[in-house]
């Protein structure tokens, strides 16, 4: 999304866990169809969830939702799992095929909006008008510019330095309070021995865009992050360079292999011990053993300029419905289901538990974890979502791009951010 609510720190109050998602949504012009002008509105038939929810824990709770759903008689549901990055490619063209999966789990906002305006989403406003205990910021973003909503939100998570309690305390370190303090860390981690950073890179490039994302925030502010990821700001910018410039400062202290495997991996890496720490979203939980969580802690991004207001990185997810499901009536009552305090703690129970229902009535984990979490959101200056959240999915290739090729070759970064300006225009016109 590239249009935030400049006043949107006011609203963290009144919202508690459920605002914690960003409040603007994108300039895009359009409007969602309904299922009143949609093929196959009359049918009876089951419906399909396709879900990129694939790590162990993920799919199992979202199971169990679903069949908690079927139990009740309004519809009767399926659920379709897909690889996360199969999904996350494969997303335009489940919606624009002939005979599509009638709903999904995505974000909202700029990529939602877009969607709508293709006429691909099916307009649930009818699914909102229960959920009256919903803050006004979520339906926000769950609406497009036509005024129509489009998104349920059923989660929040954030983002932050993972790592095991127990090998902190067996390698002699405890959080940093800044940057300085953060090398310094990666320093003595290296000299112990142990690979500092986790990354994993692999098949999920796009994890690399959280230390973009935090460089820019914390370095430049959110305002401008905003403003760079919308088009209005150059990649090429000296502002831009200098992110990179404090990067390649923790460049030694990265997992050599992390290039070579996804983040499932390197958050299995994190947890044998053979690295420190890892920085990733409360996801990556969901493929760690349960016997694990309790040993968990994490670190808010490392404070560069204390003159910058205070940025985090807190996602929404949910779920939009086609177009042309084939059945309207179930599609919207599974939808209503889901945004229900029953069905977010079912998921939240029987996944990790480290995420933040979106539902105000709903309870998040008793952890001190997920405290840490929220009480982290909550005294944040500003959130954004994440790099394709904030901007689209046609453009986190480039940077996927982009940030590959940097952490390679950091040597050649005015190449890298020239032709990342190029790509980003080739996205911005198209």
């Not at 002008?37 to 199971?63: C, F, H, V, W, Y």
């Amino acid at each position: 999304m590239s249009d935030f609510d400049p006043g949107r720190r006011r609203f963290l109050g009144q919202l508690g866990l459920a605002g914690l998602g960003a409040l603007g949504v994108s300039g895009l012009v359009g409007c969602a169809s309904s299922a009143g002008t949609s093929g196959g509105g009359g049918s009876d038939g089951p419906i399909t969830l396709q879900s990129n929810l694939s790590s162990p824990q993920a799919k199992a709770a979202m199971e169990k939702v679903i069949e908690s759903f079927n139990k009740q008689g309004r519809g009767t549901a399926t659920l379709n799992t897909i690889a996360s990055e199969t999904y996350r490619t494969q997303l335009p063209t489940y919606l624009t095929s002939a005979n599509p999966p009638d709903l999904y789990t995505w974000y909202a906002g700029s990529v939602a909006n877009d969607y709508a305006s293709k006429g691909l989403l099916l307009d649930v406003s009818d699914v909102w008008s229960g959920l009256s205990d919903y803050p006004e910021a979520l339906r926000t973003i769950s609406t497009d510019p036509s005024g129509k909503q489009v998104f349920v939100p059923m989660t929040n998570y954030w983002w932050g330095f993972f790592y095991r309690k127990s090998n902190f305390a067996k390698w002699g370190v405890s959080e940093p309070k800044n940057w300085t303090d953060f090398v310094a860390l990666c320093r003595t981690l290296q000299g112990r021995g142990i690979p500092p950073i986790g990354i994993g890179l692999g098949d999920t490039p796009w994890v690399a865009s959280a230390w973009f994302d935090y460089l820019n925030i914390r370095i430049n502010g959110a305002p401008f992050h905003r403003e760079l990821l919308a088009g209005r700001q150059r990649f090429d910018d000296p502002k831009v360079k200098a992110v990179f410039d404090r990067w390649r400062e923790v460049l030694p202290y990265f997992d050599p292999k992390g290039k070579a495997y996804p983040f499932q991996e390197a958050t299995t890496a994190l947890l044998g011990g053979k690295t420190g720490m890892f920085l990733i979203g409360t996801f990556f939980a969901d493929a760690a053993p349960k016997d694990a969580l309790g040993d968990l802690d994490f670190f808010q991004f490392p404070i560069i300029d204390p003159a910058v207001p205070v940025a985090e990185e807190g996602p929404t997810d949910g779920f939009f419905a086609s177009a042309r499901t084939r059945n309207p009536t179930a599609t919207r009552a599974l939808l209503g289901y889901l945004a229900s305090v029953e069905a977010q703690e079912a998921y939240i129970a029987s996944s990790s538990g480290i995420v933040l229902p979106a539902n105000p009535g709903a309870k998040a984990a008793d952890s001190p974890l997920v405290a840490k979490g929220k009480a982290m959101l909550e005294s944040a200056a500003e959130l954004t979502q994440f790099f394709n959240r904030d901007s689209s999915d046609a453009l986190q290739p480039t940077a996927d791009t982009a940030l590959t090729k940097f952490m390679d070759k950091p040597d050649q970064v005015d190449a890298i951010l020239r032709e990342w300006q190029a790509n980003a225009e080739k996205v911005f016109r198209s």
